[in-house]
């Protein structure tokens, strides 16, 4: 058992919640599917991109957005009846909680583990075997170009 089946099996006692279910049946599929070879080189890389992608929209970002949408009055009705006080704390906190997944949530590795696979892509949708001689320089590679990015966090 894998650390995403336990997840999974600590979540599916939440499935009674509007939207809960579809996901976990989502995250089931898209594991099974990895794990019976359906799964092609191409769709991993976007698979991973959407995990976490440092320079767009992904998942993570989606879920904390989400809980910013939950804990404001405005787009979740069940809070509207809270004390003001509470409701802009519970607002706030939102607010935080979707800033701070923005600014500090790594998502660098996802992203460059697709890049990677890209780079040993065939045809036929799988990986090319790879040896530690030509890993380490492609590492290398890897980090002299993030180096060298405007687009990453200094």
């Known amino acids: 058992m894998t650390a995403l089946d336990d997840t999974l099996d600590d979540l599916?006692?939440?499935?009674?919640?509007?939207?809960?279910a579809l996901i976990l049946e989502g995250l089931r599929t898209i594991r099974d599917t990895a794990a019976n070879g359906q799964l092609t080189a191409d769709a991993t890389q976007t698979l991973l991109v959407l995990a976490a992608n440092p320079h767009g929209p992904d998942l993570t970002e989606a879920l904390a957005h989400l809980a910013q949408d939950l804990t404001n009055p405005t787009t979740n009705q069940a809070l509207t009846g809270l004390p003001d006080d509470v409701?802009?704390?519970?607002?706030?906190l939102g607010e935080l909680h979707a800033y701070?997944?923005?600014?500090?949530?790594?998502?660098d590795n996802p992203n460059e583990a697709a890049g990677?696979?890209?780079?040993?892509?065939?045809p036929?949708?799988?990986c090319e075997a790879m040896d530690d001689?030509?890993?380490k320089e492609l590492s290398r590679?890897?980090?002299?170009?993030?180096?060298?990015?405007?687009?990453?966090?200094r």
Not at 13 to 18: A, K, Q, R
């Open 100 to 107: 701070e997944t923005a600014e500090y949530t790594p998502r």
């Open 141 to 153: 590679k890897n980090a002299e170009k993030n180096k060298q990015s405007s687009n990453r966090p």
């Open 133 to 135: 001689a030509a890993r």
């Open 124 to 126: 036929e949708g799988r």
């Open 87 to 92: 409701a802009k704390k519970v607002q706030h």
């Open 12 to 20: 599916a006692g939440f499935d009674w919640l509007p939207g809960i």
């Open 116 to 122: 990677l696979i890209s780079q040993h892509d065939t």
